[in-house]
């Protein structure tokens, strides 16, 4: 069987994929059990993203969204919409804000030294040749 491109083996598919994304590196993720269409899932991603925006963790924000599209009264109530996504990984965090703080003038300067160092040894290659 396969899944989300995901070979599984044993019964270990529906994990697996959650698991090699926390093994790359990633601090947390959100996946299916089950396929879900686009539209459902754009609707309940964007309903997801917006409570992380407004400052829930992610496990309140996966929560709530489930609870906004049970209570909904409408086609998307069915738990077939929103009872697949599951949260792997830390979600007792807040998501962290895209810019700003020392982190972002950290990664600037990280960035920029790098670039540096690469275009430098670049150039000492050319003048060699």
């Keep these: 069987m396969r899944l989300s491109g995901v070979a599984s083996a044993g019964g270990e598919g529906v994990q697996a994929f ?4 926390l093994a790359a590196g990633a601090a947390s993720a959100v ?3 089950w396929r879900v269409g686009d539209q459902a899932t754009a609707s309940f991603m964007e309903r997801f993203y ?3 925006a407004a400052g829930e963790t992610k ?8 609870v906004a599209f049970l209570r909904s009264m409408g086609a998307g109530s069915h ?3 929103w009872a697949p996504y599951v949260l792997w990984g830390i979600g007792d965090e807040p998501l962290p804000t ?3 703080g020392p982190g972002l003038w950290t990664s600037i300067a990280l960035t920029l030294f790098v670039l540096g160092l690469v275009s430098f040894r670049f150039r000492g290659r050319r003048k060699n040749r």
């Excluded at 959650?18 to 994304?21: E, K, V, W």
């Excluded at 496990?59 to 489930?66: D, G, I, Q, S, Y």
């Design 18 to 21: 959650g698991r090699s994304l």
């Design 31 to 33: 996946t299916t059990l």
């Design 50 to 52: 917006g409570r992380l």
């Design 59 to 66: 496990v309140e924000a996966l929560r709530n969204t489930k």
């Design 79 to 81: 738990p077939y919409f």
């Design 98 to 100: 895209a810019f700003g």
